[in-house]
């Protein structure tokens, strides 16, 4: 339910979906199911195949999903409502019905397009061709209140007050900055956001070299086999001499490597330049796999939360 909760909202991220498709693979993994079978049955291809996994590990996507929020607190709904409420306070909130058989009204002569042809002891008016006049004219009497309004229509007592937008100015500019905040602080985010896909991306890179590493170790003796650390040790020199990877990307590479290597309890992307971030992770290509596989565990859940 949760899930298609979050489909109706629109608020299912991809990294939310590949964690809860990598979860599923990983409990077949624990019950032997092999990689092949999985594949050709697509159960690593949709987040439906949760339906096969038992009540403890359907109460850990459960407690996983919880923390999603359904919802997107980025302020818009907020400057909405406060620019709706001011809108509302300018608008007429009563209409005007003239009745032609019991009502007259002699309009200023500033009204009036045409010269006044005649007029009758009644107070009727005709033009010499009132349909210049009235076929701009609309059909409800709202439009009264324009000149009612008109600071010069006539002496102080009979004026109406101002509209009110002629005094919410400064409660205007104060919406509009609320806008601009909310603007910087989305782009703000969406940067955070930009850096954490990156880490993520960089993370399955670093699960990928183990895998292959543990389907290389099936074959050989273990006296052949190469640590976690030094696999990804061997992978950032390896980017420091290939032109493939961008400067940019290759700094958050060594970031995150770093980060595994040191057990970081989440990413950290000022490191001041790559060399140094090398040299750490040089210091670190000895450390053991459980280590590195606890660490990359924990890591990847603090990024697919945030992202």
């Known amino acids: 339910n949760l899930l298609v909760s979050f489909w109706d909202r629109k608020v299912l991220s991809c990294s939310v979906r590949d964690w809860v498709m990598r979860f599923v693979f990983n409990q077949f993994g624990k019950l032997e199911v092999l990689k092949d079978v999985l594949i050709e049955c697509h159960l690593v291809d949709t987040p439906q195949s949760i ?63 045409r010269k006044i042809d005649r007029f009758d002891n009644e107070g009727t008016i005709s033009f010499v061709d009132p349909d210049a006049h009235y076929a701009k004219a609309q059909a409800h009497g709202n439009d009264i209140l324009s000149w009612l309004t008109d600071p010069s229509s006539g002496e102080e007592r009979f004026r109406f007050p101002s509209p009110i937008r002629a005094h919410n100015l400064d409660i205007w500019l104060a ?45 050989i003796p273990e006296d052949q086999w190469n640590r976690y650390a030094s696999l990804l040790c061997n992978a950032c020199e390896k980017d420091t001499t290939t032109v493939t990877t961008g400067f940019c990307k290759t700094r958050v590479f060594f970031s995150v490597v770093r980060d595994l290597l040191e057990g970081a309890s989440k990413p950290v992307y000022d490191y001041p330049n790559s060399q140094e971030s ?3 992770i040089r210091e670190r290509r000895s450390l053991s796999d459980d280590v590195v596989l606890k660490s990359l565990d924990h890591l990847t859940s603090v990024v697919t939360r945030k992202v």
């Open 175 to 219: 919406v509009l900055r609320a806008v601009q905040y909310t603007c910087r602080t989305l782009a703000a985010k969406y940067v955070k956001k930009s850096k954490l896909r990156v880490s993520e991306e960089f993370l399955i890179r670093a699960e990928e070299l183990c895998k292959h590493e543990d389907e290389r170790r099936m074959n």
């Open 51 to 113: 339906c096969f996994l038992g009540c403890n590990e359907l109460s850990h996507i459960l407690e996983y999903l919880r923390k999603v929020k359904c919802e997107r607190n980025d302020g818009t709904d907020l400057v909405c409502r406060a620019v709706d409420s001011f809108y509302s306070g300018t608008q007429v909130k009563e209409n005007i019905a003239f009745d032609m058989e019991c009502s007259n009204l002699l309009l200023d002569k500033r009204l009036l397009q």
């Open 278 to 280: 090398l040299n750490a």
